[in-house]
């Protein structure tokens, strides 16, 4: 794993220097050639269940997460060379560098068994998100790269006063999971308590859960498009996996049930957050943004829930990946047509770019989950749990705020594709071709919502034992 995370780090330091558009998609290439040779070693060459130097570990949550990451870096990344094509280059060549140190820093934080370790690599995350975020250089993109690096750290920094209690708490020597679990039963359920709430407060930020879920809907706001595929879904993973890891730690201790009922209440409370302001946003990319808050939201609901829900959590996070990177690629076509994303001005894309429009309108069918969308699948597995428990409470407002989730979407979407259009057309024309290449992430979760092969049911599994 130190091998990768160097040669990953060094080819992303050569991005930096390159001098045009051709050198920075050949360094891509390289880069992403390195990242599908690591996904071949897991898969085939026997990586798979091993560790590396104790504080890394090839367990089947960090595989499940890396190979969604490296499809979405990927789609991101050389989806961004036509975004970017009339930018200058030397914020290009910057932007590209820290695309590459992000998926890196995001493939770490999957891999890592130690608390400290993840915690690095989480704010490692947060310095690339917000140079990437100041891309267009603007007073709003400065706005929102400085909050995301104040709130993320500030944040980071809550969550390890979190892990520093637990492993006191605990009288723990090292900072592995793995060696925290084996004698977290042990621990002052007080202390306990107070390190779980730090720790998930203080990580919430990264996976847009209440109550830090802002900055990253702003950090998305003004990102490029590209960009926002990955954070809001494969920074936003490492958020919720850094989560399930400390979850996981305390699932044999006393204070569990109180941990799922924290779980629960943030759940719910996000999916309030992120389907009332899907009402009230006037801006596609924040409209996508409240939706990854919602969607977090019900994932959280079924940690809280447990039993099923658990399994049905981690599997609508990785489908979430494929459909919401999908969107936001979508969404960097319409920026190309419209230069913007105002809701209430923009329309008739169906007769501008039909395969975006049909892209669009299938996304949105599909994270509201209708079949064939395989969040249809794990929200009604949530669901079944909440009413095999009795919480008939959660069921009520679940099915109200998906409810209105639903309205949302279909008005917002169905406007932007049929009604008049009432901006002036950006010079450019739409890149169908871009429509075609995020469209095929969406065919894949359909696939998967109507087939879940055995590897995925079996890693999931593994990844939900406790």
Known sequence: MIIYLIISVLIAATAFAMKNRR???????????????????????????????????????????????????????????????????????????????????????????????????????????????????????????????????????????????????TRCESLSYSAIAAVAQNGNPLY????????????????????????????????????????????????????????????????????????????????????????????????????TVENMGIAAIGLGIGGIGVWAAVFHVACHTLIKSSLFLQMAVVRQVYNGYRINRLGDYIRINKVGAIGLLVGMVVLVAFPPSPLFVSELMILKQIVIFEKWWVVVAMILLVCIVIYSFCSRLIRLCYQPNQDELHPSQADKLLSWSALSLLCIAMIIGLWQPDVLVEMINQIVKL
């Open 23 to 169: 050198q920075l998609f050949f360094i891509g290439v390289v880069f992403f050639g390195v990242q599908f040779a690591q996904a071949a070693l897991l898969l085939f060459g026997g990586l798979y269940g091993q560790t590396s130097t104790s504080i890394f570990s090839y367990d089947a949550a960090g595989t499940l997460f890396y190979l969604l990451l490296i499809v979405v870096a990927a789609y991101a990344y050389f989806h961004s060379e036509t975004y970017l094509k009339d930018d200058d280059i030397h914020h290009t060549r910057t932007y590209s560098g820290l695309m590459m140190l992000l998926t890196t820093a995001c493939a770490g934080v999957y891999f890592s068994s130690n608390m400290a370790v993840t915690w690095i690599l989480l704010e490692a995350t947060t310095l690339c998100s917000a140079g990437i975020v100041y891309h267009r250089r603007t007073s709003d993109a400065l706005e929102a790269a400085w909050k995301y690096l104040f709130v993320c750290s500030t944040g980071i920094a809550i969550a390890y006063l979190g892990i520093l209690l637990l492993c006191a708490t």
């Open 192 to 291: 306990l308590k107070i390190s779980f709430l730090l720790i998930l407060c203080g990580y919430s930020c990264k996976a847009e859960l209440f109550p830090l879920y802002t900055v990253g809907v702003d950090a998305n706001f003004a990102a490029p498009s590209p960009a926002s595929a990955l954070i809001s879904t494969g920074l936003v993973n490492a958020g919720f996996l850094a989560i399930f890891r400390v979850y996981k730690v305390l699932a044999q201790t006393e204070i569990f049930p109180w941990v799922k009922n924290v779980l629960l209440l943030t759940g719910v409370c996000s999916l309030v957050i992120g389907a009332l302001f899907l009402r009230r946003t006037n801006n596609y990319k924040r409209f996508l943004s409240y939706s």
